[in-house]
């Protein structure tokens, strides 16, 4: 599986310094170590892989954020990547079980976004390795939110994103939205949200 984690890696194509930074990184990290997953919570090994799902409304430019209990930050939803489990996988069950929709992500789908960033708050001082997939939804859709992981979650403009208070997101929001509105106005790496579970 670590081949194929370095191939999904390896294909993003940098926006900025920083992504290509952390590309360069994270490669390095791969070709170094087998142990990339997590596997005792919460942070052995001290670096591990994580999957964001964006949930994005691409005609209002709104993407739907969780306010994260241990993070303390809206951020999209996600989470850890199980060990031996592909990134798409980890997106479409983490869409599932933490929004109660279904996102058929499939291990063709690629993500459009890496970053590495050092954690804070209750689980602080460990490296997430994080690759960003991109789901789409209107932005009135409704979620069932894990009430153990979330104290709620809602729809915000990008706009506001960007007068807001840079502290309260992940610290690669910002660059992240950038990105997203650098891609195709059809969204070709986004999949689409199904509200009803099969």
């Given at each position: 599986m670590r081949s194929v984690i370095r191939e999904l890696v390896s294909d993003i194509a940098p926006a900025d310094d920083v992504e290509h930074a952390h590309?360069?990184?994270?490669?390095?990290?791969?070709?170094?170590?087998?142990?990339?997953?997590?596997?005792?919570?919460?942070?052995?090994?001290?670096?591990?892989?994580?999957?964001?799902?964006?949930?994005?409304?691409?005609?209002?430019?709104?993407?739907?954020?969780?306010?994260?209990?241990?993070?303390?930050?809206?951020?999209?939803p996600g989470g850890h990547v199980e060990p031996g489990e592909h990134p798409a996988v980890t997106a479409r069950r983490e869409v599932q079980e933490e929004l109660g929709v279904a996102a058929p992500f499939d291990t063709d789908t690629a993500p459009l976004f890496l970053t590495l960033t050092t954690t804070v708050n209750i689980d602080s001082g460990h490296e997430d390795v994080s690759l960003w997939y991109v789901a789409t939804a209107a932005s009135g859709t409704e979620f069932v939110l894990d009430p153990a992981e979330f104290h709620g979650g809602r729809w915000w403009r990008v706009e506001e994103i960007t007068v807001a208070d840079a502290r309260r997101f992940d610290p690669h929001l910002h660059r992240f939205l950038e990105k997203l509105r650098g891609a195709d106005a059809s969204f070709p790496i986004a999949t689409p949200i199904r509200t009803h579970l099969d």
């Open positions: 590309r360069a990184e994270v490669l390095a990290w791969l070709d170094g170590t087998d142990d990339i997953f997590r596997r005792v919570e919460p942070a052995t090994p001290p670096r591990h892989l994580v999957t964001y799902v964006a949930v994005v409304d691409p005609t209002r430019e709104a993407v739907f954020l969780v306010d994260h209990i241990k993070a303390g930050r809206w951020l999209p």
